[in-house]
């Protein structure tokens, strides 16, 4: 619903002004070899989190099948659905409320060569836990969905 509030004062109309946007997630393209078969990734953090002393859990984008490339020219197929689409179309909140906690995330978007194989997922998590200065949450705990996984 738009709601445009007019006023005429003096022949001349007046339009409230739109509310500002959220604040977007700074969303930045990393071509960097993880194993042999990640090319590059997506980073996505909060704009306060390298000021922030604040831990944030880690969630991990994989893609599907449409978006398997090399990691450079390639990364961009990962950003054209879901989750990342929304991240560089600036639509995903910074922050979700559950029980009463609110909750942001540093977000990983990597771009496989292949379909991985779980000793390159674990490549994959052991970088995202030595990246400076990452600070995970707690130890990861898996939850499974079709193509993310949140630890």
Request: net charge positive; glycine share 6%.
């Amino acid at each position: 619903m738009l709601l445009l509030a007019v006023c005429s004062c003096n022949n001349q109309s007046v339009v409230a002004p739109s509310p500002a946007p959220p604040e977007p997630y700074l969303l930045k393209a990393r071509s960097i070899n993880i194993g042999d078969n990640v090319g590059g990734f997506y980073e996505a953090i909060p704009p306060s989190y390298a000021e922030s002393s604040r831990k944030y859990p880690l969630l991990l984008f994989f893609h599907g099948s449409g978006a398997l490339g090399n990691g450079k020219e390639d990364l961009s197929k990962v950003l054209k659905l879901a989750l990342p689409k929304l991240i560089a179309e600036n639509k995903l909140p910074l922050s979700f409320t559950s029980g009463n906690q609110n909750f942001s995330f540093v977000i990983l978007m990597p771009q496989f060569k292949a379909w991985p194989k779980p000793n390159q997922v674990s490549q994959l998590i052991n970088y995202a836990f030595g990246i400076q200065p990452f600070k995970p949450e707690k130890e990861p705990k898996p939850i499974d969905g079709m193509f993310e996984i949140c630890f």
